[in-house]
């Protein structure tokens, strides 16, 4: 039931086992967390956007909906929600999305980097990072096809629960992009309940 | 210029050399073909939809969108397109696909069994597929994110021209679901051009 405390522009990554809850809250809201899930037993076993997609018929997901894996399984399920408003269409920042993007600001490692280092120990090299489920990201999709990127709508304690399918490495960041987050960095605070 | 033909229902994989240009085509019109994309000299680096989003801002691909790498490089630029409705979200149909989608048909190893057994002799392991870019397929996003598997608006002859912007490994198939063909499956042409 401890609260952790990922400081801002880093992240962090553990082990969730199965049936466990996962609580991941915005304290200061209007920050994003990039969530990465893999197969505890066989990293190569991965949260994937397009399978989440394909099953559940929808890239608006919440309360109800489950994060699949790119081999058929459920990794994780939405079991409750207080923002409802997520991205599962964008790669975490990184180096690269920083020189793209803020040409102007110092470069930073971003959430690519954060997982990457955190994500190492278990095993995950950083070409396997895929599309992160982003919690609090605010991508609308127009009727174009054209995505922008807002501030999140998430206020402060605004948080989200979910469930373990099976045993899982869990990524978590605090976002480093500056138009992720409306132009600051805050911390993310998360809890582990059995 | 020779025309090779991808059978109804099955897949290929070949060399796209840096600068050449893939010529992919409908013939008979209604027909999806899945798209993959490597980096030939280290399969690590793969086609990945998230980071396209992020750099060309938009989930509408068509004419002058390339198409960018987990890496963050550019592997195929969209040099003509004769149809402008592609998918980059869904993931390749699978065994696990047909059991979910069409319970009362017989399964079928699909785009992703297809794709696993062309790209195999390049050093591609089945859990590296990611999600594919789905030539010619139709999947509207409604305004609240609910997808829906529409008949391709492709006629008969519809083509797509990328061009490599590195030497890659392409993996292509004739797509096996029945929903994203409009109910038949029908063959797909390709051509590689200096």
């Known amino acids: 039931m401890s609260l952790h405390v990922i400081p801002p522009r880093s992240g962090a990554a553990f082990i969730l086992r199965a049936g466990q809850l996962l609580k991941v809250i915005d304290p200061m809201g209007v920050q994003v967390s990039d969530l990465l899930a893999f197969n505890a037993a066989d990293v190569r076993e991965v949260i994937s956007n397009g399978r989440t997609f394909d ?99 998430s206020a402060p304690g605004d948080f989200i629960v979910l469930r373990a399918a099976m045993d899982c490495v869990i990524g978590l960041t605090a976002c480093s992009a500056y138009a992720s987050n409306g132009g600051s960095f805050k911390p993310i605070h998360y809890q582990l309940l059995d």
């Open 55 to 153: 099953y559940e018929e929808t890239i608006a997901l919440t309360t109800g909906h489950r994060l699949w894996s790119n081999r058929s399984n459920v990794l994780l399920e939405i079991v409750e929600d207080s923002v409802g408003q997520h991205d599962f269409l964008l790669t975490p920042c990184s180096e690269a999305t920083f020189r793209h993007f803020y040409p102007d600001q110092p470069v930073h490692r971003g959430c690519f980097g954060n997982l990457a280092e955190a994500l190492a120990p278990y095993g995950v090299e950083p070409d396997a990072i895929p599309t992160a489920f982003n919690l609090f990201m605010n991508v609308p999709v127009a009727p174009d096809g054209a995505l922008q990127v807002d501030p999140p709508v």
